[in-house]
Every structure is written in structure tokens, then in C-alpha cells.
């Protein structure tokens, strides 16, 4: 996708993936401005550990509490987060969602959940489920939240059982934000089958596979489907415009990814 937005515009540039274990995470960041590299993206687990290597942050990333976005600037790290904004352009463009005023459950409550749960309080749905296996960051997930957007109101539950439940049959958007259903986890979902209602929109952060578990399972009891793809090209084009300082051909990154080509009808990034 990267590249081929480089090669569109002429860049001489190059985006390549970089194995990094949570030991080495300090020794590769503190190495990116040494190496010239112009900027990176942060994914699963280091979204939140990177904070502790960085020089700055912007406002976003500040209140999230994680980054995956990072710019290197006058041999400074600066982090953003454009996770929120991915999530919140692809439910409205590519979901065809009505966010504002909307009740919306978040499965998960690393950085991906954070980033989706204030970007979500910002746009104004009237509420937030945040439900996790372990609880206790769930609840610091839901306070924190409430705390920065006190007119949403944010919850956090268990996720599994009855509550969760009837949690979903109230709500309009099931944002999916855990590895569950990729990798090692593939086949698997978080959510019951049984809990899912045609009246919801499902989406799943995960772009391989690109129809999870969860997907199949919320297309068969005729939900509406949104998979992680669209918000990659989201997050990307912003991650992009930070690092060149050139506006993103989304239509190349949307064709690269297998995505319908047109840039969606509307405000540029709904400001």
C-alpha cells in the first residue's frame, strides 16, 4: 500500500516490515534516526511501550496513551496515533455508519481499543461498552475515556456472559480490536454467534484473513460486515501525509489493498 502511494508520487522511499521483539523495542526505535529511516508504524504489542522511547507525542496520542505512528524529525522520535481516525473513516465510508448518537461495544483494551474508544467518544455515540477478558484493563480503558469525554457514557464488562449479551442487543456498532480470529488465533472469535443481531454493524480491525471467524459469523445472522482493510487505508493515508508531508493518493492505497479504487463521496478525513 505504501509503496505504491511512494511510487505514485515519485518518492524514492521504501516501506518494509521490521520483526521487533519487546526486548529490542527501545534499541530499534533509538536506532531509526541513526539509520535515516524517515518514520514507522507501530503495531501489536508495542503500541503502548513505545511511548516510554519517543521525544514527543501529539495531543492524540497523549490522551490515548499509544502510538503507531512515528516520525522522526531533527533526529527526534514524534508519535501519533491515527488509529481513531482510521476506524472512524472507514465505519462512515466504507460501513455507510451514522456514528453520532450511536451505542458502539469495543472487544478489547490495548492500543488499537484506546484508539477506537476516543476517537469514537469524539465523533459523539451516546455510548461505550469496553469488554475484555481481563477486566481490570477494561475498566482503565472505560475510565479514562469518561474522564476525557465525560458526556459519553462508557462502560466496561466482562466478555462473556450475560451482560455482554445485552450489551450488543442494544447496540449499533461492534468494533472487534483483539488478535483473536488472525495468526495463531485464526478460526476463532471472541464473540458468540448467538449474541450478534441484523441490526448491527461488525467491524473487525483484522484485514488477514479477510473475513474472520467473527465476520462469517455476523454475515450469517445478516449483520452488517466491515473488515480491517478499509480502516488499514484509513490509518495509513493519515500515517503517510505525517511522514512526507504530501497528501496521500488514498485511491492507489485503496486499489493496492483490493479495495474498490474511488476515494468515498464526502469531506476529506469527515472534518
Given at each position: 500500500?505504501?509503496?505504491?502511494?511512494?511510487?505514485?508520487?515519485?518518492?524514492?522511499?521504501?516501506?518494509?516490515?521490521?520483526?521487533?521483539?519487546?526486548?529490542?523495542?527501545?534499541?530499534?526505535?533509538?536506532?531509526?534516526?541513526?539509520?535515516?529511516i524517515?518514520?514507522?508504524?507501530?503495531?501489536?504489542?508495542?503500541?503502548?511501550?513505545?511511548?516510554?522511547?519517543?521525544?514527543?507525542?501529539?495531543?492524540?496520542?497523549?490522551?490515548?496513551g499509544?502510538?503507531?505512528?512515528?516520525?522522526?524529525?531533527?533526529?527526534?522520535?514524534?508519535?501519533?496515533?491515527?488509529?481513531?481516525?482510521?476506524?472512524?473513516?472507514?465505519?462512515?465510508?466504507?460501513?455507510?455508519?451514522q456514528?453520532?448518537g450511536a451505542?458502539a461495544?469495543?472487544?478489547?483494551?490495548?492500543?488499537?481499543?484506546?484508539?477506537a474508544?476516543?476517537?469514537?467518544?469524539?465523533?459523539?455515540?451516546?455510548?461505550?461498552?469496553?469488554?475484555?477478558?481481563?477486566?481490570?484493563?477494561?475498566?482503565?480503558?472505560?475510565e479514562?475515556?469518561?474522564?476525557?469525554?465525560?458526556?459519553?457514557?462508557?462502560?466496561?464488562?466482562?466478555?462473556?456472559?450475560?451482560?455482554?449479551?445485552?450489551?450488543?442487543?442494544?447496540?449499533a456498532?461492534?468494533?472487534?480490536?483483539?488478535?483473536?480470529?488472525?495468526?495463531?488465533?485464526?478460526?476463532?472469535?471472541?464473540?458468540?454467534?448467538?449474541?450478534?443481531?441484523?441490526?448491527?454493524?461488525?467491524?473487525?480491525?483484522?484485514?488477514?484473513?479477510?473475513?474472520?471467524?467473527?465476520?462469517?459469523?455476523?454475515?450469517?445472522?445478516?449483520?452488517?460486515?466491515?473488515?480491517?482493510?478499509?480502516?488499514?487505508?484509513?490509518?495509513?493515508?493519515r500515517?503517510?501525509?505525517?511522514?512526507?508531508?504530501?497528501?496521500?493518493?488514498?485511491?492507489?492505497m485503496?486499489?493496492?489493498?483490493?479495495l474498490?479504487?474511488?476515494?468515498?463521496?464526502?469531506?476529506?478525513?469527515?472534518?
Open positions: 500500500m505504501h509503496n505504491a502511494a511512494f511510487a505514485a508520487l515519485g518518492l524514492n522511499w521504501c516501506y518494509l516490515a521490521f520483526q521487533v521483539s519487546r526486548d529490542h523495542l527501545g534499541d530499534a526505535l533509538r536506532g531509526l534516526a541513526p539509520l535515516g524517515a518514520g514507522v508504524n507501530v503495531t501489536v504489542p508495542h503500541k503502548e511501550a513505545a511511548l516510554a522511547y519517543l521525544d514527543e507525542t501529539d495531543e492524540d496520542a497523549r490522551a490515548i499509544a502510538v503507531n505512528t512515528i516520525r522522526v524529525e531533527g533526529g527526534r522520535l514524534i508519535g501519533h496515533n491515527t488509529d481513531g481516525a482510521g476506524v472512524l473513516e472507514a465505519l462512515r465510508h466504507d460501513g455507510g455508519a456514528v453520532e451505542r461495544v469495543i472487544v478489547g483494551a490495548g492500543g488499537a481499543a484506546r484508539g474508544a476516543f476517537a469514537l467518544a469524539a465523533a459523539g455515540v451516546a455510548s461505550i461498552v469496553v469488554a475484555n477478558r481481563n477486566w481490570g484493563r477494561a475498566a482503565a480503558l472505560a479514562s475515556t469518561h474522564r476525557v469525554f465525560p458526556s459519553c457514557a462508557v462502560d466496561a464488562l466482562p466478555l462473556e456472559g450475560a451482560r455482554i449479551e445485552a450489551a450488543l442487543r442494544d447496540a456498532l461492534l468494533i472487534h480490536a483483539t488478535t483473536v480470529g488472525g495468526g495463531a488465533q485464526r478460526g476463532l472469535s471472541p464473540i458468540a454467534p448467538d449474541a450478534l443481531h441484523p441490526g448491527l454493524l461488525v467491524m473487525d480491525m483484522i484485514y488477514e484473513p479477510r473475513e474472520t471467524a467473527l465476520l462469517r459469523d455476523a454475515r450469517e445472522r445478516r449483520c452488517r460486515t466491515l473488515g480491517g482493510l478499509a480502516m488499514l487505508v484509513y490509518q495509513g493515508a500515517a503517510f501525509e505525517i511522514w512526507t508531508g504530501r497528501q496521500a493518493p488514498i485511491g492507489v485503496r486499489e493496492a489493498l483490493g474498490p479504487p474511488e476515494v468515498p463521496a464526502g469531506e476529506r478525513w469527515g472534518r
